[in-house]
């Protein structure tokens, strides 16, 4: 989905508003039409999610504030909240934080979200973040920005009080850059380096050169041996040589709408599931599938499950359980999956 460059990832007081609308309704019960709405919400534009999750990391982090904790208002708050959806559910809801969650999101949006990442002004923080051959990841970097790393990633964050670098050694990975005039957002691979205030872009690392395609706003490209940078706009992508023997400008492609779609498909709403029982992972998928998913027996949904999938990749989700030995899926027409337990 193509954003308009004066929205930066988090900076939307009116999506936080609506976020903290959408969690208040959830703690005193969604009706089925409420959560049905809440779904469709939440898949319609990235930041809503990442709202919502940035909410409730915050509502946590709150209640293991030493000097909140005694706070009849605060007591109640969980601090351990499940990766996502369906992820592992222990101990009772959230309770006591509803009149703050308006307050909670005009913090937020005032920069609290730079002690969530741990990152204060004037220090440096440095961090590690590597993807597996078939894996993904969404990090929430210090100053709000979001990396989503495709397969085979890996990252190298260094953040100082006057520059937030970003190492690209391997893979491919999509920044939405947060806006911060005063600390420029570079990302650098193998030479390369990607210049940004607020914006969003795509860097992937392929034979010989660094791919750079445009999703919001401006880059500046930099290059050892170039004497000038290039600058790329929404829609743009270039590839630039990594070998300096290859002289000449990198050309500048336009890209389609819907070409910028496919080429970043890989970065569509997943599962991320740490110990969900199969019932709860069950549900999730039915909730966003026209293929439905049954259980045949009772005793089968208290089965402890782990992955990432995609919302809509309810096959691959099949597969795994019938690779494991244990479960077979029988398949009612092209809308019904029924999964039973192997005796």
């Known amino acids: 989905m193509n954003r308009s460059g004066s929205h930066s990832p988090f900076n939307d007081d009116t999506i936080e508003a609506a976020a903290a609308s959408w969690l208040a309704q959830r703690e005193e019960g969604f009706t089925p039409e409420q959560e049905s709405g809440f779904l469709r919400w939440r898949l319609v534009d990235p930041r809503h999610a990442a709202a919502i999750d940035r909410l409730e990391e915050t509502i946590g982090l709150l209640g293991q504030l030493p000097e909140l904790a005694?706070?009849?208002?605060?007591?109640?708050?969980?601090?351990?909240?499940?990766?996502?959806?369906?992820?592992?559910?222990?101990?009772?809801?959230?309770r006591g934080w509803l009149p703050y969650v308006a307050g909670l999101a005009a913090a937020l949006a005032l920069g609290f979200v730079a002690w969530q990442g741990g990152w204060w002004p004037g220090g440096v923080v440095r961090q590690e973040v590597a993807t597996s051959t078939d894996g993904y990841q969404r990090v929430q970097l210090p100053d709000s920005s979001i990396a989503q790393l495709n397969a085979s990633t890996q990252l190298r964050i260094q953040f100082s009080p006057r520059e937030r670098r970003v190492a690209?050694?391997?893979?491919?990975?999509h920044f939405n850059v947060a806006k911060?005039?005063?600390?420029?957002?570079?990302?650098?691979?193998?030479?390369?380096?990607?210049?940004?205030?607020?914006?969003?872009?795509?860097?992937?690392?392929?034979?010989?050169a660094v791919d750079v395609l445009v999703t919001e706003g401006?880059?500046?490209?930099?290059?050892?041996?170039?004497?000038?940078?290039?600058?790329?706009?929404?829609?743009?992508?270039?590839?630039?040589?990594t070998d300096a023997d290859r002289?000449?400008?990198?050309?500048?492609?336009?890209?389609?709408?819907?070409?910028?779609?496919?080429?970043?498909?890989?970065?569509?709403?997943?599962?991320?599931?740490?110990?969900?029982?199969?019932?709860?992972?069950v549900e999730e998928f039915n909730a966003r599938n026209r293929v439905q998913l049954q259980l045949a027996d009772p005793e089968l949904g208290s089965r402890v499950v782990g992955g990432t999938f995609r919302h809509?990749?309810?096959?691959?989700?099949?597969?795994?359980?019938?690779?494991?030995?244990?479960?077979t899926a029988e398949r009612v027409g092209e809308s019904r999956i029924v999964l039973h337990r192997v005796h």
């Not at 809509?312 to 494991?324: H, P, S």
């Open 70 to 94: 005694g706070d009849a208002r605060f007591t109640n708050i969980e601090a351990d909240r499940p990766a996502s959806p369906g992820a592992a559910r222990s101990g009772g809801r959230r």
């Open 168 to 173: 690209l050694t391997g893979g491919e990975a």
């Open 180 to 208: 911060d005039a005063a600390r420029p957002f570079v990302v650098e691979a193998h030479g390369v380096r990607v210049r940004a205030v607020g914006t969003a872009f795509n860097v992937r690392l392929v034979d010989g």
């Open 218 to 241: 401006v880059v500046r490209i930099e290059r050892d041996g170039a004497p000038e940078p290039l600058v790329l706009a929404a829609n743009e992508r270039t590839s630039v040589p």
């Open 247 to 281: 002289a000449g400008e990198p050309a500048v492609e336009k890209v389609r709408p819907e070409a910028i779609r496919a080429e970043l498909a890989w970065q569509e709403p997943r599962f991320v599931f740490v110990e969900a029982t199969l019932a709860e992972v």
């Open 312 to 327: 809509d990749d309810v096959a691959t989700f099949v597969r795994m359980l019938e690779n494991g030995g244990d479960v």
